[in-house]
C-alpha cells in the first residue's frame, strides 16, 4: 500500500486494521522511513515487496505449523532456514493476526511460514 492510501486508510479504517509489506526502491532496497502517519504496521519482517518476490519466482512456497509455544517462529527458521519468512498466524477462530516484531505472536492457530526451496 502507497503512503497516501496509508494515511487515508489508518483514518478510515484505524490504525490497527492497516498493514503494509515494506516499500522498496526500484534499486530493491527499503525505502527510507516515512512520517508514522504514512505508514502502516510493516508485515513479513520488514521484507521488502522485491524481496518476497524474488523469494516466490525461485520457487518458495506458503507452509503452516501449529502455534503451541512461543518460540514458533525461531523454530520455523531452524526447520526451513533463516530465510523463512512468517507471516501470519491464523487463530483458531479463523481471524488473522499479522506478525510485528514489537508485538507479542498470537497464542493459539497456525504460523503460516514463506519458505525457502
Known amino acids: 500500500m502507497n503512503t497516501l492510501a496509508t494515511a487515508r486508510f ?5 490504525e490497527e486494521n492497516v498493514h503494509q ?3 522498496s526502491t526500484e534499486l530493491g532496497r527499503a525505502e527510507p522511513e516515512y512520517a ?9 519482517c520488514g521484507r ?5 518476490d524474488t ?15 512461543e518460540n514458533v517462529i525461531e523454530e520455523a527458521r531452524r526447520n526451513f532456514g533463516p530465510d523463512a519468512v512468517p507471516l501470519f498466524v491464523v487463530q ?9 516484531p514489537k508485538e507479542e505472536l498470537v497464542a493459539s492457530g497456525k504460523l503460516v511460514v514463506l519458505t525457502p526451496p
Open 10 to 14: 489508518r483514518k478510515i479504517l484505524g
Open 21 to 23: 509489506i515494506h516499500p
Open 36 to 44: 508514522d502517519e504514512l505508514q502502516a504496521h510493516h508485515v513479513a
Open 48 to 52: 521488502t515487496l522485491d524481496e518476497l
Open 55 to 69: 523469494l516466490t519466482r525461485s520457487g518458495a512456497v506458503v507452509t503452516a505449523i501449529r502455534v503451541d509455544h
Open 92 to 100: 483458531n477462530d479463523e481471524k488473522l493476526a499479522f506478525i510485528h
